[in-house]
């Protein structure tokens, strides 16, 4: 993180802490009103609360001399979770965005804005999937890194598409799972572009227009979005197929499969041969005084094969 942003950061958390700290004071003093110690206590951190609220100001006020129109920023939508955005205007304290993902435009104030973050350099290797700029139209779309260039940019080719394009790892966004790549199920228009009654003819045309433009390029990004859904899905399902097939290719013959032929019989080893065979077994036929009737305490001589 940038040394302004931890900065602000760091003094947003402090002084939660300091007001949190100084509800509880307050609520002893309810029960010991007057206590030296808490009325000493309570006075300091209210000037810890306002010198802290003094800082932030002045910390914000050096962000927003930084940020101008063009910049990319992260921006909170609607739905309270921070996107990557684009600065479009700059009206006091309030900050016109496109939202880089989906196209989505929205305005924003100096709180709701911080910092761009691109993907790190770590996690862009050649497979890897990213969102990346379209100098086209400017947004980022789902793409695959191909290859890293010898000067240092990256080649990636957007899903898809046959488009190509090398570009340098400030214009390349990670894919977060968590975030799992969802669009919403209609177009979310922001606050500032619904139409109110007290808005004019000439308001409620061109915000009738921006939201026009905003549900178009949506239904456009659905489409692409279901397109290349369609696709994963049927290259995941011929992948597999490959890999069954492989598979049965590989399969070792077991020694107790059935016979290839119609002569061979299940159990012998290779199966295409017929069984060992056997000669006819025959009682053995003993000669006069060999081994008959057994004496006193003696057994029966069991019979011997030949």
């Not at 016979?259 to 295409?272: A, F, I, K, Q």
């Given at each position: 993180r940038s040394e302004v942003e931890q900065t602000v950061d760091?003094?947003?958390?402090?002084?939660?802490?300091?007001?949190?700290?100084?509800?509880?004071?307050?609520?002893?003093?309810?029960?010991k009103p007057g206590?030296?110690?808490?009325?000493?206590?309570?006075?300091?951190?209210?000037?810890?609360?306002?010198l802290t609220t003094d800082l932030m100001k002045a910390k914000n006020d050096q962000t927003s001399k930084q940020i101008k129109i063009g910049d990319r920023c992260q921006a909170i939508w609607t739905d309270g979770k921070w996107?990557?955005?684009?600065?479009?205007?700059?009206?006091?304290?309030?900050y016109g965005v496109t939202y880089l993902v989906y196209g989505n435009t929205g305005e924003v104030e100096l709180a709701n804005i911080r910092p761009y973050k691109h993907a790190k350099k770590s996690t862009v290797r050649a497979g890897a999937n990213v969102r990346a700029f379209y100098s086209v139209d400017g947004l980022f779309y789902p793409a695959t890194v191909e290859s890293l260039t010898s000067n240092g940019m990256y080649r990636v080719v957007f899903k898809g598409?046959?488009?190509?394009?090398?570009l340098?790892?400030?214009?390349?966004?990670?894919?977060?799972?968590?975030?799992?790549?969802q669009m919403p199920e209609k177009a979310v228009i922001p606050d500032h572009l619904k139409i109110k009654p007290t808005d004019n003819v000439k308001q409620k045309e061109l915000k009738k227009k921006k939201i026009k433009a905003i549900k178009s390029k949506f239904r456009k990004r659905k489409i692409e979005a279901r397109?290349?859904?369609?696709?994963n899905n049927w290259q995941t399902f011929l992948s597999g197929g490959r890999k069954k097939l492989k598979a049965l290719k590989n399969k070792k013959k077991s020694i107790f499969a059935s016979?290839?032929?119609?002569?061979?019989?299940?159990?012998?080893?290779?199966?295409?041969?017929?069984?060992t065979g056997f000669g006819d077994r025959k009682r053995h036929e003993f000669e006069d005084g060999q081994g008959g009737a057994s004496g006193a305490g003696g057994g029966a001589a069991g019979p011997l094969m030949q």
């Open positions: 760091d003094l947003v958390t402090k002084l939660e802490e300091h007001k949190n700290q100084l509800s509880q004071v307050e609520q002893l003093l309810i029960a206590d030296p110690m808490l009325v000493k206590l309570h006075d300091d951190l209210k000037k810890v609360v306002e996107y990557t955005a684009r600065i479009d205007s700059i009206n006091g304290g309030k598409y046959k488009h190509k394009a090398e340098a790892l400030v214009d390349i966004l990670p894919i977060k799972e968590e975030d799992n790549d397109t290349e859904k369609k696709k016979p290839d032929t119609v002569d061979g019989r299940v159990g012998v080893v290779g199966s295409g041969k017929a069984m």
